[in-house]
């Protein structure tokens, strides 16, 4: 794997779970750049890795020399992601650009990018393939599409750069212990219900998710950095998917969750709803990414650890 690493956006939840990988596996020439440097710290210090990595505000970026970048700067929020509105289209470039601007005097640098399945458009009655387009509602772009559209721009500038390594990592859904539960998906929607022992009111169509561990999150980023470089993009996938009912089925007999099926529960995505919200991509094998766990074990691994205070 690459050796000096700038991890942009460390305040991120993904970004911190990605800094726990990489200390637990001993790789040491990381240095954290944030909009809000001493957050980042006061973690680093409640995590006990105190001193352990530099951190920065990001003036200081394009001082140093690093053999990667990894942007996690926006929002993994669907409420955030609402409230920010078209602000989105101006964070997301204005990160961009700073890490591109670093490429054309460090070429040799890979860049890789936290984009999203929303990057496809909302259209998701079928899962993603290799060969899918994606499908943006040009003449009339509701609010709900602005963060994929926003993911499809910075992937196209990407691509005009194939003298770059850079490659966009598409996230579909991720889960950790360190999750914020108070944001608006469905599964945070069913571990605060079990956490509360409330009653969970849910739409009964019977959507389908990938739930990414953050094991094979680092499996994924450790394959893509220590293969020869490249300018692409990859999907992220477990080792199978799994669907609504049965979450709910497995939840209920593992954790007591209690649920019903309601036509008035309000689904909430700041990207549209999406029946099918995966990928059948499997570009990232190409990389030696093999999944190690199924989104069923990811969610119970990680429940587990939320419910009994493991974190």
């Known amino acids: 794997m690459v050796q000096r690493i700038a991890i942009l956006g460390a305040t991120s939840q993904i970004a911190k779970d990605l800094i726990l990988s990489l200390a637990a596996d001993g790789v040491e020439n990381i240095s954290l750049f944030a909009r ?40 993994g929020n669907p409420a955030r992601a609402a ?39 909302a259209a998701f009655d079928k899962p993603a393939e290799r060969d899918s387009r994606a499908v943006v509602t040009i003449n009339d772009l509701p609010p709900q599409e602005w963060y994929g559209a926003a993911k499809l721009h910075a992937e196209c500038r990407h691509r005009a750069h194939p003298e770059w390594a850079i490659v966009d990592v598409r996230i579909f859904n991720y889960f950790s212990r360190s999750q914020d539960l108070s944001a608006r998906y469905m599964i945070t929607d069913i571990m605060r219900a079990m956490r509360d022992g409330a009653l969970l009111k849910i739409s009964p169509d019977n959507v389908v998710r990938d739930f990414l ?56 995505s700041a990207t549209g709803v999406k029946p099918c919200y995966y990928s059948l991509n499997r570009r990232a094998a190409d990389f030696g990414y093999q999944p190690t766990l199924s989104s069923l074990e990811a969610v119970l691994r990680e429940a587990e650890a939320i419910l009994h205070g493991s974190l």
């Open 36 to 75: 809000r440097p001493g957050v980042v710290a006061g973690w680093l210090a409640n995590v006990k890795l105190a001193g352990r990595y530099p951190v920065c505000g990001f003036a200081s970026f394009g001082t140093q020399d690093f053999d990667a970048a990894i942007n996690f700067v926006g929002v």
């Open 83 to 121: 409230a920010l509105g078209n602000a989105i289209f101006d964070l997301t470039l204005q990160f961009d650009e700073m890490v591109l601007d670093y490429l054309r005097r460090h070429p040799h640098c890979r860049y890789l990018f936290m984009s999203s399945g929303a990057a496809y458009g």
């Open 213 to 268: 561990h953050p094991v094979d999150f680092y499996n994924l980023l450790r394959a893509l950095l220590s293969s020869p470089a490249a300018n692409a993009a990859v999907d992220c996938y477990s080792r199978a998917p799994i669907d609504k009912r049965t979450l709910l089925s497995v939840m209920q007999s593992r954790f007591g969750l209690r649920y019903e099926f309601t036509d008035t529960a309000a689904a909430s």
